[in-house]
């Protein structure tokens, strides 16, 4: 999976509580928002692993899902996938 075509992306200045963070190829849940994010780059302290997902470290390369480890849910600066809203940058 490469990085979203631009017009798959809902841009959003932040992503409310409750957003699940979610792989986008084999649709398994990785964290959930437990506050409201404002898209600063960093989910650090602002979400909690789902399943056996491991806890959320900074990083500035893509993330991969830890569940089937092919699919991409962040890029940085920003594109995250999401259950709710898909693409969001
Ligand atoms: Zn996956």
Known sequence: MSRP???QITP???L???TVLYCPDCDMG???TT???ERDGTFEGAVRSLADAPEYKRGSSPKRCPF???GVWW???GYVYTLQYGWVA
């Open 5 to 7: 075509p631009h017009d």
């Open 12 to 14: 959003m200045s932040s």
């Open 16 to 18: 409310p509580s409750g």
């Open 30 to 32: 990785i964290y959930i």
């Open 35 to 37: 506050r409201k994010v």
């Open 68 to 70: 089937c480890g092919t």
């Open 75 to 77: 890029y940085p600066p």
